[in-house]
């Protein structure tokens, strides 16, 4: 079955709660397109800073998720998140806040692009998730990938990335390496979430 798998949101406005996030940071637009160049999915989200892994993004609980597919063009995070954005991975991924039954959610994408303001990625379709609390990784939508290498024509080494960065993501998230352990809490905290219990 075609069609990318959704993590859970509201279809209904939820107040974010209050925290204690400067008014001064800055707001970044992350843009997720397919290989054609349409529109797949877009968040905005406070930009928290950069480490040895990459950009993180927080996203409150309530922020706004527009997507170009399906019958809900718009809705709302249900759960406080921090997104990482690599320096040079074909990945990206957001750590989601209890009470969420999905600790980690991994899109494979193209490297990112970054521009005033705004984050591009191309989604790659294959997802690596981790729940909580038996902590079971899943690699999801490998079938709609190889639906999409096909009629969109991906090349050989788009495949061969993304295929080894869903691999990586799998065996990263199976054993807790960083930043798939404890580091995303630093972040969380940041955010001014209740961080998720390890």
Sequence with gaps: MIGPARPRLSAHPVAPRLRLVSALVDRVELV??????RPHRSVTGLLLGDDEHGTWIGTPRGSVVRFSYGASPVEHTRHDAVR???HDGWWMAMFLAEPSAQEVYCDVTTPAEHSPGRITVVDLD??????RPDGRVLIEDEDEFEAHRRELGYPPEVVTQATAAATHLRDALT???????????TWMTRLGATPPRT
């Design 84 to 86: 990482l954005i690599p």
């Design 175 to 185: 054993g807790a390496d960083e930043p798939f352990g404890t580091h995303a809490l």
């Design 32 to 37: 997720l397109r397919k290989y054609d160049g």
């Design 126 to 131: 294959i997802d690596v998730t981790r729940s």
